[in-house]
């Protein structure tokens, strides 16, 4: 198992940054892929960015690609979403989360999720 826990939400400006940071627990960080997905009230959970085992490959959904960046640091066991130019319809719940496979982690059936962090871009 593994277990992962967000932080770095909070409250911005239209246009401006944050970055998120998800720490994962077990040493055997690189054997998952890592993901965030977003949760805005009153809609359902949506895919927003991922990143594979290696970290060669990235991948985001079109309404982020050009102002998100995923990365990983492998040494603090850590995945980063730094977000900017942001927009008020990027507030939402941003989860982190975590498998072995790829595939199940981009369609959202990841097995391993953190309890969120709040982000609130305001106009």
């Known amino acids: 198992q593994v277990k992962v826990v967000e932080s770095g939400g909070g409250l911005v400006q239209a246009g401006g940054s944050l970055r998120l940071s998800c720490a994962a627990s077990r040493r055997t960080f690189s054997t998952y892929a890592m993901g965030w997905f977003r949760q805005a009230p009153g809609k359902e959970r949506e895919f927003v960015a991922a990143i594979s085992r290696s970290g060669g490959t990235t991948y985001y959904t079109d309404s982020v690609k050009g102002r998100f960046t995923i990365s990983r640091d492998y040494a603090k066991n850590t995945v980063y979403l730094q977000m900017n130019s942001m927009k008020p319809e990027d507030t939402a719940v941003y989860y982190c989360?975590?498998?072995?496979?790829?595939?199940?982690?981009?369609?959202?059936?990841?097995?391993?999720w953190g309890q969120g962090t709040q982000v609130i871009v305001s106009s």
């Open positions: 989360a975590a498998d072995e496979s790829w595939d199940r982690l981009v369609r959202g059936r990841a097995g391993y």
